[in-house]
Every structure is written in structure tokens, then in C-alpha cells.
């Protein structure tokens, strides 16, 4: 038997943060099917398994410091530092959203222990996506965790909005997938390989100039089907209306987690599997940029609502981020600092508007935050940091995180996308001081009463805006972290 397990490289520790969020989901599935349990012990079991998968994450690095890159079950899962990168970034959305998500799904009454289900089961299935080495592999993880948020965002079964984003995101989704496994069977018909590594060996063996075209093809749509769940343009017309129908509670969650294992994913594409022939791509790219920081941009400027308009500024936000990861290795190491900086400041906003607006609540309009200052001193300040972050203002980690970025892309040469991107940070002033100054400066004849706020939820949102300052004040450790994903490729 021990042969066995280590011809197929079987180890637990790899896969373990995937199998605790499954098991912890089935408990609390158990306990809801066959005892009447209190709701105390439903976030016990919820929050130790969170514990428990932060910890598992912390075993997988000691694995690594062991073993290096190494591969696992027949080439199935890949432990790399991308996949630790990874690892990390999951974990801590599930920690700093459990909050959010706990007080929302306790608003469902009957369906709460669902809704953790759910976003258990989507989280185990996006460990997997960014764990895995063969495409079919990365496949099923997207999709484990793409139809548990399928279901998620149409939770709230009164709310109209709520069922109709379900819905778009479903179709749409489905759609995307199906784009995404045909592009691997192309890849495989080509090569018949189905390894990131393995794919990068065989076009280093024939020679970028005797590529086939189904594989450029297979390539193209793999992408594709990757760049719409981050909602890069053309690609992003379901983030608008998924994030303003779904439950405010949750968007915080669904947005960040996705985008994550997303680039992930692209990024290890662009750095192992078409490593050589990546500059074929380039026009590809450039034009996904393009139009997301102009569509992005412009959307957002005409926004209402706040949820739709953080949605088209994670369009212009995704421009940002691919831009560095098809651009070299230092771009792809700014764009995990820009990616991390960003999640904090994503989690601490839609915190935030659940605060004000409710959790289960779908449309948050600007009114909603009109005169925040006057009652609300703390939400208004911690708001205001979050937004300067999305801005690129100096003194947050999204001013840093957007010069690192583009000092690397000056560095390689790509002055024209150079200054599309800085044309599109000075309209994103615009359209993210806006809120600000209706929030702050503005003055209101009736402003909003004082909000109830938990002490949990003052350490939360505190802990992100501080954080959001700190690594624009001391981004070294984090500048430090982003290389070391990509050192081997220096």
C-alpha cells in the first residue's frame, strides 16, 4: 500500500485546507439534517473549521520548505509558490468575511446552515483551482466553487434582484465554462498533455515557431473562460447586476474570492505553461486591458449605485492586475501586491455598505451614505481610507501597489499602456472621491442616525483600513512576499 501511495504521490497535507472545508461543510450538514442544533454551535463548528483550514494552509509550507515545487496524486496537484499565494489569499477572505457572512446567513433563519455550506463547499472548490496542476483538475475546482456562488447570490429568495442575479450569473457562468473545457480539449488534442509544466515542456521542445494553431486557439479560450470570472471587459457585463441583486453580506466574499483564484491561475499560465509564446498573446491582452480600463472607467463615472459602481471599478481594478501579469516577471510580482491590496480594501468596503444598508439588502444607492460623518465618524473614516486605497491616493497600499505596477510596466517598455492606465487613475478620482464627498463634506438636512455596530465588526473594519495604511506606509514585507512567488522565474 505504501508503494502505491507513492507512485501516485499521495499526500494529505497538499489537499488538506480542501478536505477540512469539506468536512466542516458535512458536519454542519449532518447537524442540520439530523439534530436540532443552536445556532452558537453552528458558528463554533463554522469558525474552528476556518481555524483549522488557516492552519492546514500553515502545514503546506512546511511541505514546501521540505520538498520544493513538487507534484502530487499523478500529476493532478501542484504545490508551487503560486499555489501557496494562493493558499493564503483564500483563507484570509474566508477569516475577515466570516463576519459578514455569519451575520447575513443568520438573517436567512431557515437557510443559514445552506448558505455556510455553500460558501464552504466554494471555497474548498477554489483551493482546489489554485492547487491544481492538470487543467481537467483546475476545471472541476472552478466549477465546485462557481455553482456554489450560483446558488449563493440568489439566496434570498424575496428579493427579485437577488433571483435575477442568480440567474445572469448562472447563464453566463455556464457559458464561460463551457468556452473554458473547450479550450482544453484543444490543448489536449494538440499535445495530448494536460500538465501546466508538462504543456510548457513540449512547447519548448517543438519550438515556438511549429506551435499549432488549435493550440494558440485552446490557449485563447482557457483565457477567455479565466477572464470572465475576474469580470475583465468584454467580459464583465454579469458583475454590475450579480453584485447589486446579491445579498450585500456576501458580495464582499464572492467578489474577492474569485478574482484570487482567477489570476492565480493566469498568472501560473502566463509563467510556466506559455512562458515562450506569451508575446503571441500580446495583442490579446492589450485589448482586454484596454477596454477594461475605458468601460470600467466610464460605467463608473455614471453609477447611482454604490454596489454597481465598486463593480465597474473592479472591471478597471482587473486591467490593472493582468496588465502586470502578462507583462514579465516583475510586472507578475506587482501584480500580487496590487492583488493583495486590493482584496483588503474590496472585503473592508462591502463590510461596510452591510452595515449601513443591511445585509440581505440589493440596491445601495449614494443616498444611502449621504451625511455618514455627522452619526457615523468611524464608518466615514474607514470608508474614506478604503476609497482613497481603490484610488491610488498616497499614504494606502493602492497608491504604492499602482506606482509599483507601473514603474514596472515603464521598465519593460510599454509606455502607451503606461499612460492609458494613468489616464484611467486620474478619471478614477472622480468617480471614487464622489461617494466620498457625499459621505464626508456634503451637507444634508436629515443625516444618517447612528448605526448599531458590533464590537467584532469595529475590529474588522479597523484591522483592514489599518492595514490598508501600513502597507502604504511599510509595503516592504509585502514587496518582499510578491517576489518571492516569482522568484523562480528571475
Given at each position: 500500500m505504501s508503494q502505491i501511495s507513492e507512485a501516485i504521490?499521495?499526500?494529505?497535507?497538499?489537499?488538506?485546507?480542501?478536505?477540512?472545508?469539506?468536512?466542516?461543510?458535512?458536519?454542519?450538514?449532518?447537524?442540520?439534517?439530523?439534530?436540532?442544533?443552536?445556532?452558537?454551535?453552528k458558528k463554533v463548528i463554522t469558525f474552528s473549521g476556518i481555524l483549522v483550514t488557516l492552519f492546514c494552509v500553515f502545514l503546506?509550507?512546511?511541505?514546501?520548505?521540505?520538498?520544493?515545487?513538487?507534484?502530487?496524486?499523478?500529476?493532478?496537484?501542484?504545490?508551487?509558490?503560486?499555489?501557496l499565494f494562493g493558499n493564503v489569499l483564500i483563507g484570509l477572505i474566508l477569516f475577515l468575511n466570516f463576519i459578514p457572512i455569519w451575520g447575513t446567513s443568520y438573517e436567512l433563519n431557515e437557510k443559514t446552515s445552506e448558505a455556510i455550506i455553500l460558501i464552504l463547499m466554494s471555497a474548498s472548490g477554489f483551493f482546489l483551482m489554485v492547487d491544481a496542476e492538470n487543467l481537467i483538475m483546475l476545471f472541476i475546482g472552478l466549477e465546485i466553487g462557481s455553482i456554489s456562488l450560483y446558488a449563493l447570490a440568489g439566496l434570498n429568495r424575496i428579493d427579485k434582484l437577488s433571483n435575477e442575479a442568480s440567474l445572469k450569473y448562472f447563464l453566463l457562468g455556464s457559458l464561460a465554462s463551457c468556452i473554458f473545457i473547450y479550450g482544453v480539449a484543444l490543448v489536449y488534442v494538440s499535445y495530448s498533455l494536460m500538465s501546466v509544466y508538462d504543456f510548457a515542456l513540449a512547447i519548448a521542445y517543438t519550438g515556438p515557431d511549429l506551435i499549432p494553431l488549435t493550440t494558440f486557439i485552446g490557449v485563447l479560450l482557457i483565457f477567455v473562460g479565466l477572464l470572465f470570472k475576474i469580470a475583465a471587459a468584454p467580459f464583465q457585463s454579469w458583475a454590475p447586476d450579480v453584485y447589486q441583486g446579491s445579498p450585500t453580506g456576501y458580495v464582499g466574499y464572492m467578489a474577492s474570492i474569485v478574482k484570487v483564484a482567477s489570476f492565480i491561475v493566469i498568472a501560473r499560465i502566463c509563467m510556466v505553461s506559455v512562458r515562450f509564446i506569451l508575446e503571441d498573446f500580446e495583442t490579446f491582452f492589450f485589448t482586454v486591458i484596454f477596454l477594461s480600463v475605458l468601460i470600467g472607467s466610464f460605467f463608473a463615472s455614471i453609477q447611482t449605485d454604490l454596489k454597481r459602481l465598486i463593480a465597474y471599478s473592479g472591471v478597471v481594478q482587473s486591467g490593472f492586475i493582468l496588465s502586470g501579469i502578462t507583462s514579465g516577471v516583475n510586472g507578475t510580482s506587482s501584480s500580487m501586491f496590487y492583488l493583495f491590496a486590493y482584496i483588503l480594501q474590496l472585503i473592508g468596503i462591502f463590510t461596510i455598505f452591510s452595515i449601513i444598508s443591511g445585509k440581505l439588502s440589493s440596491n445601495f444607492e449614494m443616498d444611502n451614505i449621504r451625511g455618514l460623518m455627522k452619526?457615523?465618524?468611524?464608518?466615514?473614516?474607514?470608508?474614506?481610507?478604503?476609497?482613497?486605497?481603490?484610488?491610488?491616493?498616497?499614504?494606502?497600499?493602492?497608491?504604492?501597489?499602482?506606482?509599483?505596477?507601473?514603474?514596472?510596466?515603464?521598465?519593460?517598455?510599454?509606455?502607451?499602456?503606461?499612460?492609458?492606465?494613468?489616464?484611467?487613475?486620474?478619471?478614477?478620482?472622480?468617480?471614487?472621491?464622489?461617494?466620498?464627498?457625499?459621505?464626508?463634506?456634503?451637507?444634508?438636512?436629515?443625516?444618517?442616525e447612528m448605526l448599531l455596530i458590533q464590537k467584532s465588526e469595529y475590529l474588522l473594519i479597523g484591522s483592514l483600513a489599518s492595514l490598508t495604511i501600513l502597507f502604504g506606509l511599510l509595503p516592504n514585507t509585502l514587496i518582499n512576499i510578491s517576489r518571492w512567488v516569482v522568484q523562480n522565474y528571475l
Open positions: 504521490g499521495f499526500n494529505l497535507i497538499v489537499i488538506s485546507p480542501t478536505v477540512t472545508l469539506v468536512i466542516t461543510a458535512l458536519i454542519l450538514l449532518f447537524f442540520t439534517i439530523t439534530i436540532e442544533t443552536k445556532m452558537i454551535v503546506k509550507f512546511g511541505l514546501f520548505s521540505q520538498n520544493g515545487v513538487s507534484s502530487y496524486f499523478t500529476q493532478k496537484i501542484l504545490l508551487d509558490e503560486f499555489s452619526n457615523n465618524r468611524f464608518l466615514a473614516i474607514s470608508f474614506c481610507v478604503f476609497m482613497f486605497g481603490l484610488a491610488g491616493i498616497p499614504l494606502t497600499s493602492g497608491f504604492v501597489s499602482k506606482f509599483i505596477l507601473l514603474t514596472n510596466l515603464w521598465a519593460y517598455e510599454k509606455y502607451f499602456l503606461v499612460s492609458i492606465l494613468l489616464l484611467s487613475t486620474v478619471v478614477g478620482f472622480y468617480f471614487y472621491l464622489r461617494p466620498i464627498w457625499i459621505a464626508t463634506i456634503e451637507k444634508v438636512d436629515e443625516p444618517i
